[in-house]
């Protein structure tokens, strides 16, 4: 096998980690494809390498280390015409504002999906556009956030699961911000059953958050923290912190004075994962993240 098809093989092999099993085992694979994707000819390659890369650091909760690789790829690929690179540099944007929205940064995060916008045009909007409605609620602005939705949805290909997952995402985001926990539960019910058909565990953790929650403001406690608690699980056994905090920290206040030991111990799990973040993140937005109000909750109660 020659170099670029070694190289292929180590991307493939990252991005299966990525999307359909464990992202940390991912880093390896991709961190040797960077290093040798260098001396290569598929800029492309190196390109998607990068990209996948910051995927599954971000997913780990390196949230740092993820906006690190961010920058770099964008830099570099700057200089490059070739559409594929700008693909893969407007998708690198998408999952920096991704990172950027976890830690309460929605306007810088905003620059960032409008940047991948107008990197990429069509060919990668959806990604630009589902983030964008994802800034939109975390601004509490549910007249923006719909109308962004709609453009994701128009953008969407309706045999790409994972647009599909993502959509149901933030449709449950504004069903909460409409007070309609009934439609988010079954949004997340949704998500989750293409989630598991697409056998992307990372996908069925978040989404399981979405249905559990959902499941909770009904008024059905018992089946929604089961649901948590499977989310949960998902999310311990892959190492994903930035779904260990929340679903933890959800699960602890469904059960609250009914049991407080075990609320106590899921709390200790989510400050666990908030403080690996931390120590990731640069001081200045290390600050802005743990002074965020439902951080400090968890950390006031745990």
Not at 59 to 88: C, K, M, N, P, Y
Not at 137 to 145: K, L, R, S, T
Request: hydrophobic share 50%.
């Amino acid at each position: 096998m020659d170099l670029d098809g070694v190289i292929r093989s180590l991307v493939d092999a990252g991005s299966q980690c990525a999307f359909h099993g464990n992202p940390g085992d991912g880093i390896a694979p991709l961190t040797a494809a960077i290093k040798l994707g260098r001396a290569g000819r598929d800029v492309a390659m190196l390109a998607r390498a990068s990209w996948l890369l910051q995927v599954c650091v971000a997913s780990t909760g390196l949230f740092g280390s993820a906006l690190h690789i961010g920058r770099e790829l964008r830099q570099w690929a700057a200089a490059d015409t070739a559409l594929q690179v700008q693909d893969f540099a407007a998708l690198s944007a998408t999952t920096s504002a991704s990172v950027l929205r976890q830690i309460g940064q929605y306007s810088r995060a905003q620059e960032l999906d409008e940047s991948a916008l107008a990197i990429a045009g069509a060919r990668v909007s959806f990604d630009a556009r589902i983030g964008l409605a994802a800034d939109a609620v975390g601004d509490d602005d549910i007249d923006q956030a719909e109308s962004m939705w709609q453009g994701a949805l128009a953008a969407s290909d309706d045999h790409d699961w994972r647009q599909q997952v993502r959509l149901g995402w933030v449709e449950a985001e504004i069903a909460f911000m409409s007070g309609d926990a009934a439609k988010a539960a079954e949004v997340g019910a949704r998500s989750s059953a293409l989630a598991r058909q697409a056998r992307a565990p990372r996908h069925c953790a978040k989404s399981g958050l979405f249905w559990g929650v959902g499941l909770v403001g009904i008024g059905q406690a018992a089946e929604g923290s089961q649901q948590l608690r499977s989310s949960l699980g998902i999310a311990m056994e892959l190492e994903l912190g930035p779904l260990i905090w929340p679903i933890a920290g959800v699960l602890a206040d469904v059960l609250g004075d009914d049991d407080p030991v075990a609320a106590r111990g899921l709390r200790g799990q989510a400050w666990e994962a908030i403080t690996t973040t931390a120590a990731d993140l640069p001081p200045n937005l290390a600050r802005v993240w743990l002074a965020r109000p439902e951080i400090g909750r968890i950390e006031t109660l745990k």
